[in-house]
């Protein structure tokens, strides 16, 4: 169970650590580097930071091996961040789901593959899809007046008064400001 100091802890060590390979450490053996999280333990005495590389075998060991010749200096980091009696031991695990998870949607994406998506020009080539049919005609050509519209009242809203006097001080500080917002008429 991880408790709201365990998880504070987990990412200031992945802050700590994920800004020290990005701007401090010069192993040129440390490059394309992501930190993805740290698990430190209960005590505080260990944590795993798991990173993920972008490359091939070989470079992710070359990777590897330039993280744990740097883990000295990435603790010393680790230790100005979180300023605790003691600093976690850290240990590098190379995290391989998101290259997983990406084989894993390139395999779907073979099996079943997306269809592209429909875009305006694809619907105005299509011969069933007519912008005049949103009237409807007559068999003499004249439009069709619809009667049901008739059950809508013409009324403007504005001419609805109401017997409060909290809408006409409303309506009266309108008619004051329409006078003041209009400009004067060129003649």
Do not use: C, W
């Amino acid at each position: 169970m991880t408790t709201r100091r365990t998880a504070r802890v987990n990412r200031a060590i992945q802050e700590a650590v994920s800004t020290a390979v990005l701007f401090k450490v010069k192993d040129p053996r440390v490059k394309n580097v992501t930190v993805l999280r740290a698990e430190a333990t209960e005590d505080l005495r260990q944590a795993k930071v798991y990173v993920t590389v972008m490359g091939d075998e070989k470079r992710q060991g070359l990777t590897m091996k330039g993280l744990t010749a740097a883990r000295g200096f990435l603790q010393s980091k680790v230790a100005e961040r979180l300023m605790t009696k003691q600093t976690p031991i850290l240990t590098f695990v190379l995290d391989k789901s998101i290259k997983l998870d990406a084989a894993a949607e390139a395999a779907l994406n073979k099996l079943f593959p997306v269809p592209p998506a429909i875009t305006s020009d694809d619907l105005a080539d299509d011969e069933d899809f007519d912008d005049d049919d949103d009237f409807a005609d007559d068999e003499d050509g004249e439009e069709d007046d619809n009667e049901d519209d008739d059950d809508f009242d013409d009324e403007d809203d504005d001419d609805f008064e109401d017997d409060d006097d909290e809408n006409d001080d409303d309506e009266a500080e309108e008619a004051e400001l329409e006078e003041h917002e209009q400009l004067p008429k060129d003649e």
